[in-house]
């Protein structure tokens, strides 16, 4: 297993199919607040891995803080705010 490309050869598309099938299952709530099609709002997805690489969801945070809190959450906050404005513009 050591060397085995985890990311590449399935947690991505596992962490992503979470996303999708949570936002799936409440999708009929976004559509009666925005008819319009006008409206963004970032939510933030707590998943954490078993011991066979799994992912589990914990919770998902509207308008999650972006505040970071150490080097690495420094990071990932400011790389989410320009992805958020690079899918928005």
């Known amino acids: ?5 985890k990311w590449n050869n399935g947690l991505r598309k596992s962490m992503q199919d ?3 099938y949570t936002l799936e299952a409440v999708q ?10 006008t409206c ?4 933030g997805f707590d998943i954490m891995l ?3 690489c799994n992912p589990w969801l914990l919770e998902v945070n509207a ?4 505040e970071s809190s150490t080097a690495i959450t420094e990071r990932l906050c400011q790389n989410v705010m320009e992805d958020t404005i690079k899918v928005i513009v």
Do not use: A, I
């Open 28 to 37: 009929d709530m976004f559509d009666e607040n925005n008819t319009k099609g």
């Open 50 to 52: 078993d011991d066979k």
């Open 63 to 66: 308008s999650p803080t972006m």
């Open 40 to 43: 963004t709002e970032l939510y």
């Open 1 to 5: 297993e050591y060397g085995e490309d």
């Open 18 to 20: 979470v996303v999708k």
